[in-house]
Structures are given as structure tokens and as C-alpha cells.
């Protein structure tokens, strides 16, 4: 609810310079960042960003007032959404009208009813996909853990997004130049305030990317005018919706949808996923609790999407991952009226940052907020807990709409995982994510892989 002005003494939010240089902000803002979270303590803070100076908002009640109770004064405009908007400008990471009608488009493809359609496609593709973390030989091996999440996630996305639409070469074509596109702008996106004509790294390679992208894009759309056929996948929903308005829809708005589509499904899951096994590795209890449970359920059978409604330790494991490693970490709003929090005035104009990485990570807020235990997630511990106190999928209008999906998948891949590899890391990983548009580990996670069985692993 949006606080009255007049209800609370006017203060001023207190002020921390975060960083003086670019180089000193991306070595390692997020250390900075959590410092002076815990110092406020929930408290509104104002951090001088060189030219730019945003609040950041992480005490539940703050969050709950930017994402629902007043959502539509806190938008998604500023300089931190500039470089997103131009890449995908009409698209549903928009504002205003374009957001509207993008949702109104997306959101039936994401009700449980379809989600559950798509999801004997998505277990079909992630047990392949495990299928080739098996040794030749069947044998155990060594892999590197992100780029292994990445192939998984990938391979299980691009059936969501185009079911049997898209040909393995064209799907081979696409996923590295979506993959390349999502990651270039994440310097832009750390770096908002670096105009445009100064390069960044990143930059040549993402105009390549975006150039095989937009052909083989556009040469799917070209081939469902000619051929629509049916589908419950989103590419089908979008060019029907196309095709049905006319010329008040573009290719381009069906580029924009899909390359947004693939940006929040991808790298948030693969990352998610990635950061399980250094807390499995740190955690053997969980694990073993782990493998108890996916023994007694799926045993050597195929994952399958109704072994789930039977394995309540692995959704409490996904959502405790999420809360210590949110990956979509913090996403800004502009304030377009007047307004206060916490009796601190508003402007105009002014960034407020939120951040799910920060608020979890609040000792007021949660009990031993650094250790991870998915035993926060029963049941009767989830009640009464504030709902800005837990937010990796964001809340009010803009709440992710993949979140059902998010679920269904993480819990399908590290299930299939589970019942067939016994999974250790090959070094420790640092805790401490160093951020992007997402939060990565700082180096890679040597996950070796013994397999259970042969039976299982064949
Ligand atoms: C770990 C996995 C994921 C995380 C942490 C995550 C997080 C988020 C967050 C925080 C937002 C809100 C952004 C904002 O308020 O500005 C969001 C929005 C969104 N997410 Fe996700 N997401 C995940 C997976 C997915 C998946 C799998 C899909 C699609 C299949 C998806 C599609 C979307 C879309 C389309 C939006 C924009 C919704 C709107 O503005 O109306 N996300 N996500």
C-alpha cells in the first residue's frame, strides 16, 4: 500500500558512495552491495552510482510497496532497462501498452493446465539430455557443471518455445547465438551509463549473434505463414496471435517475444541449477535425504512429470537454492509520481533497486540467512512469513510468468539426475557469486559424476 505522506516524519535515507570507479564496481559490487545491506539492516539507502544515484529497497514491506502496491507508479524505465527495451522493445519485459497485450498473448501458454501439456515433451527431452552425461562405456567422468546445466536447460527450453517447430540444425543454429545475445547484454546491463557509442567487450559478438538470430527467427515465421499447423508451444501462440491482428503486430514483435521468452528461461534455470551442486557437495545430509527420497520414488524408472506430486524434499531444496541464489538478483523500477517509503520522499524519476539476493540474505528477516536448509520450506514453517520476505520470482503484475515451468524443470533435471549419478565436486566453489545480469559462480564446477548403476546409467 502506498504510504500517506503525511503519516510519517520525513527522513532522509542514509547515503553510501558505492563505487568511484567502473573498474572497482565490477570487480566486485556485489560484496559491496551486501556490506552495506547489512549495515542498513532494511532500512532505505540511497548508493551514489557515480551520475546515478538509486535507492535500494529490501525490507519486505518496501518491496511489497514497488512490486504490488504501487506497481504502477514504480515502472520498468530508467537507464537500468535502456539497453533491454532497445533489444526487445515491444515485447513483455516492456512497460505500459506493449507489456499488456504481450501478456495478454503469453500468459494463457502458461496456465498449470498447458504447462502440464508441455510437460511429457520437457521430461522427454531432459532425460536425453542427461543421457549424455554417461560416459562411453558407461563409466563415471568429470564434467564441467555449467555449460553440462546449460545443454540440459537448453535442449528442455527450446521444445517449450517451439515444440516440433523447429529443425535440430536450426535449433543447433539458434541456441548459441540466443545464448550469445543474452550474455552480451549483460555488460550493458551492469553498465547502463556508458553511452553507446563506447564499446564494451561483448559488443561485436552480440551484432553477429542478433544477425543469425533475426535470420533463422524470421525464417521460422516465414514458414508458418505458409504452413501454421498447431502447438501448444509459445512460437505457435505468438504467430496465431500475429496472424489474427493483422497489421498491428510485426515479425518483429514475434522476435522480440521469443528472444525475451529465451532470455528469462535460460540463463536464470541453467544458473539456478548450476549452484545446486555446491551446496549438495557442502550439504551430504541434504543430499542424502535427497537420495532417499528419489530412490524410494523413481528408482531406476525414467523421470516422469507425476513422480513429482511424490517428491515434496526436492521442492523444498528447489525453493531454499532460490532463496540463497535468487539468480535474477535484483531488478530496478523508475518512480513516475511523487511518493515515500519508509518516510523517505520519492521523486520522480528516482531508480529504487530491489533485490531478492539482499532481502533473503537479511538477518531480521531470516533466521541463519547464510546457511542453506530446505527445511524453511515446510509447510508449517512457510506459514506466517511475510510475502516480500521470499521473492526470486518477483510479485504484482510484472511476478514471472515461467515460474510453474522454472519448477517443473529444475525439479525434473536434478531428479533425473539424482536417480542415476551420485554427483561430487572435483575443487570447493566459492559461496560468493560474482553478477551479471544473473549470479554466476566465480569458477567452474567440476562436478564428477559416478554413476549408480548400469543398469540405470545405460
Ligand atoms: C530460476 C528461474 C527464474 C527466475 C529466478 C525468474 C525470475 C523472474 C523475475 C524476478 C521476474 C520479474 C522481473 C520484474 O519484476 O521486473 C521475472 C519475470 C519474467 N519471467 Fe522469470 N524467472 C525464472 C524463470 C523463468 C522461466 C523458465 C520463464 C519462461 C518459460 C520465465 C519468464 C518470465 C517472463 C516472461 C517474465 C516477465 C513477466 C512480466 O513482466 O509480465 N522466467 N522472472
Not at 527450453?157 to 545475445?181: C, H, N, T, W, Y
Not at 545480469?437 to 545405460?458: K, Q
Request: hydrophobic share 40%.
Amino acid at each position: 500500500m502506498p504510504v500517506p505522506a503525511d503519516s510519517v516524519p520525513v527522513k532522509k535515507a542514509k547515503s553510501f558512495p558505492l563505487y568511484r570507479t567502473v573498474a572497482g564496481f565490477v570487480r566486485d559490487p556485489l560484496l559491496q552491495l551486501q556490506r552495506i545491506n547489512e549495515s542498513a539492516d532494511g532500512e532505505l539507502v540511497r548508493l551514489g552510482l557515480g551520475a546515478s544515484r538509486p535507492y535500494l529497497a529490501t525490507h519486505p514491506d518496501h518491496v511489497q510497496q514497488v512490486l504490488r502496491g504501487e506497481s504502477e507508479n514504480f515502472v520498468r524505465d530508467g537507464v537500468f532497462w535502456r539497453p533491454l527495451n532497445r533489444l526487445m522493445g515491444a515485447s513483455i519485459l516492456a512497460e505500459g501498452d506493449d507489456w499488456e497485450l504481450s501478456k495478454r498473448v503469453l500468459q494463457p501458454v502458461f496456465t498449470t493446465r498447458n504447462v502440464n501439456r508441455l510437460t511429457d515433451l520437457m521430461a522427454t527431452a531432459i532425460n536425453e539430455a542427461v543421457d549424455r552425461l554417461v560416459a562411453p562405456g558407461g563409466g563415471g567422468r568429470t564434467v564441467d557443471g555449467l555449460p553440462e546445466m546449460s545443454r540440459i536447460v537448453n535442449e528442455t527450453v527450446i521444445k517449450v518455445l517451439f515444440g516440433d517447430k523447429i529443425s535440430p540444425v536450426e535449433s543447433d543454429r539458434l541456441i548459441p547465438a540466443f545464448d550469445q545475445v543474452a550474455r552480451s547484454i549483460a555488460f550493458r546491463f551492469l553498465l547502463p551509463f556508458v553511452p553507446r557509442l563506447i564499446p564494451l567487450p561483448g559488443d561485436r559478438a552480440f551484432r553477429a549473434a542478433v544477425k543469425i538470430m533475426d535470420e533463422t527467427l524470421f525464417e521460422l515465421v516465414d514458414r508458418y505463414r505458409n504452413d501454421p499447423g498447431d502447438g501448444d508451444d509459445i512460437f505457435t501462440v505468438l504467430c496465431g496471435a500475429r496472424a489474427a491482428a493483422g497489421s498491428e503486430l510485426t515479425d518483429t514483435w514475434v522476435r522480440d517475444n521469443l528472444l525475451a521468452m529465451f532470455a528469462t528461461s535460460t540463463e536464470t534455470t541453467t544458473l539456478a541449477l548450476t549452484w545446486l551442486w555446491p551446496l549438495l557437495n557442502d550439504h551430504p545430509h541434504v543430499a542424502t535425504r535427497l537420495y532417499d527420497e528419489i530412490d524410494g520414488v523413481v528408482g531406476t524408472e525414467r523421470v516422469r512429470p507425476d513422480h513429482l506430486h511424490r517428491l515434496p524434499y526436492v521442492h523444498q531444496v528447489v525453493q531454499e537454492l532460490l532463496r540463497l541464489y535468487p539468480v535474477g538478483w535484483m531488478f530496478p523500477r523508475m518512480a513516475t509520481k511523487p511518493t515515500t517509503m519508509g518516510g523517505v520522499p520519492i521523486k520522480p524519476g528516482d531508480a529504487v533497486l530491489i533485490s531478492p539476493f539482499l532481502t533473503h540474505r537479511l538477518a531480521s528477516v531470516w533466521d541463519r540467512p547464510l546457511e542453506f536448509d530446505p527445511d524453511r520450506f515446510l509447510p508449517e514453517n512457510v506459514r506466517g512469513r511475510h510475502r516480500y520476505a521470499y521473492f526470486p520470482f518477483g510479485g504484482g503484475p510484472h511476478q514471472c510468468i515461467g515460474r510453474h515451468v522454472f519448477n517443473v524443470e529444475a525439479q525434473m533435471i536434478l531428479t533425473s539426475i539424482l536417480s542415476r549419478f551420485r554427483p561430487a565436486l572435483a575443487r570447493p566453489i566459492p559461496p560468493m557469486p560474482r553478477i551479471g545480469a544473473t549470479l554466476r559462480p566465480r569458477t567452474n564446477v567440476e562436478l564428477a559424476l559416478a554413476p549408480l548403476t548400469g543398469a540405470r546409467a545405460s
